[in-house]
């Protein structure tokens, strides 16, 4: 039993650890180089009324991403969606 709750508490730790990290996004390849600059230093000033405007903004973009990129900006959505949560902006 120790084993397994062991086991349990570090699988906890790993997971906790992994959503202070970025999600991939193809910067310098979908997305400006420039867009992650932008995006880093709102969420480091934790601009959360930008960010939101961030958010809609690349969700407006999904079509035209799907059909230059053949997939959409679910990766950027969730980036931004992360810099809110970092910034410790509300939803």
Known sequence: MRTSVSSAALALLVLAGCANEA?????????????QERLDELIRKKDCDSLQAELVTARTIDEAKKRSYGSGSADLVAYIKWGLDQADCAD
């Open 23 to 35: 999600p991939p996004v193809d910067w310098g390849g979908k997305y400006s180089t420039t867009v």
